[in-house]
């Protein structure tokens, strides 16, 4: 069965600093790739996906996202984090052939302090 | 539109009690889905439906039930509420048959509590 990893449970930074969230997943076929993220009482809204293409994917709020074929890997990243940032992320992955379900990871939750 | 909408967004029940969250969407979306959140697990799909009609289990499809007999709705029932099933529960619709080309809709969430 396809699984995803999110290896960092909880993330603390300061604003102005980088940042970049692992994802992994087990599937060996090919694969669809998204990062949702959900702020503070709301609910998961779409952040970047990728379907195919360049594998480095830029998403809204200045999000970008690199798909490694080779490391089964769809890690993102923000060169530069704002407090407006602090929320819980996921990563998921689907099938790419016949009808597959969403698989999420199990979430990142970011903190940045001002 | 509204979007996808659940209710209630709260609801306290007791051990053994049967309740069903309602979802609907008006954005004439074939494919709709139910998660559940829970703390270090992330999102877990309980039950999905491709179109009215259609439905199949997810990953943790126990204690739960669902229909489609419209396009737009797709309400999750709990038989027999457990404590297990304290959770927030998610709908989640997309426009085409699958889910893996177009993005997810996701409501504002039902918080659960099972007594």
């Known amino acids: 069965a396809q699984s995803v990893s999110q290896h960092n449970h909880h993330v603390i930074l300061s604003e102005a600093a980088s940042l970049e969230l692992g994802c992994n997943y087990s599937?060996?076929?090919?694969?669809?790739l998204f990062w949702y993220v959900q702020y503070p009482g709301q609910h998961l809204q779409l952040l970047l996906k990728y379907f195919s293409g360049d594998p480095l994917v830029k998403g809204i709020k200045g999000f970008e996202a690199e798909f490694i074929k080779s490391k089964f890997s769809f890690n993102l990243r923000k060169p530069s984090v704002q407090w407006s940032d602090t929320a819980e992320y996921f990563c998921?992955?689907?099938?790419?052939?016949?009808?597959?379900?969403?698989?999420f990871g199990t979430g990142t939750r970011l903190l940045v302090s001002p | 539109n509204a979007g996808v909408t659940q209710t209630p967004k709260f609801q306290v029940l007791k051990t053994g009690q049967s309740m069903t969250l309602q979802c609907a969407q008006d954005m004439n979306h074939e494919y709709m889905s139910w998660y559940r959140q829970d703390p270090g697990m992330g999102l877990r799909l309980i039950h999905y439906?491709?179109?009215?009609?259609?439905?199949d289990q997810g990953e943790v499809p126990n204690g739960y039930n669902v229909s489609r007999s419209t396009t737009e709705d797709f309400p999750l029932r709990l038989l027999s509420a457990a404590p297990s099933q304290t959770s927030v529960y998610f709908c989640?619709?997309?426009?085409?048959?699958?889910?893996?080309?177009?993005?997810?809709?996701f409501g504002e969430g039902s918080r659960l509590t099972v007594l």
């Open positions: 998921a992955v689907t099938k790419n052939t016949g009808f597959q379900k969403l698989v």
């Open positions: 989640a619709s997309n426009l085409q048959g699958t889910p893996y080309t177009g993005e997810l809709f």
């Open positions: 599937y060996g076929g090919t694969v669809n």
């Open positions: 439906s491709v179109g009215a009609g259609i439905t």
